[in-house]
Structures are given as structure tokens and as C-alpha cells.
């Protein structure tokens, strides 16, 4: 049921081109976020495991990395 006038394919063209830029832009402003939660993320996974390797150091290693679990 597409309209058969140029000017009528042209105006829902046109509505379809605004529907989907917006729909883009709201998509990219996803992204965006997400990176900045994913950097976030990151960097702190990255200092947990710098303060963990620092106690590590200080105190030496882990109890729990050298002990064999009680079923074994």
C-alpha cells in the first residue's frame, strides 16, 4: 500500500530518514554510555588487582592460594 504520487513517497521517505537518524543517535548515545561504564569498570577491576598484588607483596601470598581445599 505504498502511496503512488512522487511527492507522497517522498514525504514518508523523508519521515522514514528522521525516524531512523533519531534512532541512531539514540543508539550511539547507548554506546557511549556503556563505553564509559565499561571504562569505569575497568579501571577499577584494575585497581582492586593492584591493591590486591600490593597486599600480596606486603603480607605474601595468599593463605587461600597455597592451601588445597578440604576435599582433596
Same mark, same amino acid.
Given at each position: 500500500?505504498? +502511496?503512488?504520487? +512522487?511527492? #507522497? @513517497? *517522498?514525504?514518508?521517505?523523508?519521515?522514514? *530518514?528522521a525516524? *531512523?537518524e @533519531?534512532?541512531v543517535?539514540? *543508539?550511539s548515545?547507548?554506546?557511549? @554510555?556503556q /563505553?564509559? =561504564?565499561? =571504562?569505569?569498570?575497568? #579501571? @577499577?577491576? /584494575?585497581r582492586?588487582? #593492584?591493591?590486591?598484588?600490593?597486599?600480596e607483596? #606486603?603480607?605474601?601470598?595468599?593463605?587461600?592460594?597455597?592451601?588445597?581445599? +578440604?576435599?582433596?
Amino acid at each position: 500500500m505504498s +502511496p503512488s504520487d +512522487p511527492s #507522497d @513517497r *517522498l514525504a514518508l521517505l523523508e519521515e522514514k *530518514l528522521a525516524f *531512523l537518524e @533519531r534512532a541512531v543517535n539514540e *543508539l550511539s548515545d547507548v554506546v557511549t @554510555r556503556q /563505553q564509559k =561504564d565499561l =571504562d569505569r569498570a575497568t #579501571d @577499577r577491576h /584494575q585497581r582492586l588487582l #593492584d591493591k590486591l598484588a600490593a597486599m600480596e607483596s #606486603d603480607f605474601g601470598p595468599s593463605a587461600t592460594a597455597e592451601e588445597k581445599p +578440604p576435599h582433596y
